[in-house]
């Protein structure tokens, strides 16, 4: 069978890239985010919730314990559905070089701003783990098909 390519099929829905399909450029500002980049920001964003979540129960980080963990993830929860939802980006997005946009239904092209509602749906998915895990070849999580948003470069 000949490829779409050959058949003269619209390249559009052809995968070439992630990102390809959304109208994203392959490489720079606004492509696909890569995997070591996108758990950077996560791990930058977990420790930072931990040092806070250590003043807020007054135990320091590798004390742990319930009180610690439930804090912990609450305010990872809280910083990172706003930031996301409000900003765009969390803190260790930006450090990174990442941002989070919001995809225009199934079609191409994006719009900036992801709103509380979906910055909390998609922090909600993040702490339920397995929806972080399982990933399309846009390297779009459940938690980002379920938001409708995509991690790209700054």
Same mark, same amino acid.
Not at 54 to 77: C, E, H, M, R, Y
């Given at each position: 069978?000949?490829?779409?390519?050959?058949?003269?099929?619209?390249?559009?829905?052809?995968?070439?890239?992630?990102?390809?399909?959304?109208?994203?450029?392959?490489?720079?500002?606004?492509?696909?985010?890569?995997?070591?980049?996108?758990?950077?920001?996560?791990?930058?964003?977990?420790?930072?919730?931990g040092l806070i979540a250590s003043a807020v129960v007054g135990k320091p980080i590798w004390a742990g314990g319930n009180d610690f963990n439930t804090?912990?993830? $609450? =305010? *990872?929860?809280?910083?990172?559905?706003? /930031?996301?939802? +409000? %900003?765009?980006? !969390? @803190?260790?997005? &930006?450090?990174?070089?990442?941002r989070v946009i919001r995809t225009k239904g199934g079609g191409t092209g994006y719009a900036a701003q992801v709103g509380l509602l979906g910055g909390?749906?998609?922090?909600?998915?993040?702490?339920?783990?397995?929806?972080? $895990? =399982? *990933?399309?070849?846009?390297?779009?999580? /459940?938690?980002? +098909? %379920?938001?409708? !948003? @995509?991690?790209? &470069?700054?």
């Amino acid at each position: 069978m000949a490829s779409s390519a050959q058949s003269g099929a619209g390249p559009t829905e052809e995968y070439r890239y992630p990102g390809n399909r959304l109208g994203l450029p392959e490489a720079g500002p606004g492509s696909v985010a890569g995997w070591a980049r996108r758990f950077g920001a996560l791990l930058a964003d977990w420790l930072l919730a931990g040092l806070i979540a250590s003043a807020v129960v007054g135990k320091p980080i590798w004390a742990g314990g319930n009180d610690f963990n439930t804090a912990q993830l $609450v =305010i *990872f929860f809280a910083m990172s559905a706003i /930031l996301t939802g +409000l %900003a765009g980006a !969390t @803190i260790g997005h &930006r450090l990174l070089g990442l941002r989070v946009i919001r995809t225009k239904g199934g079609g191409t092209g994006y719009a900036a701003q992801v709103g509380l509602l979906g910055g909390a749906i998609r922090t909600l998915l993040i702490c339920l783990v397995l929806p972080a $895990v =399982i *990933f399309d070849k846009e390297r779009r999580g /459940l938690h980002d +098909l %379920a938001a409708g !948003t @995509i991690v790209v &470069r700054r």
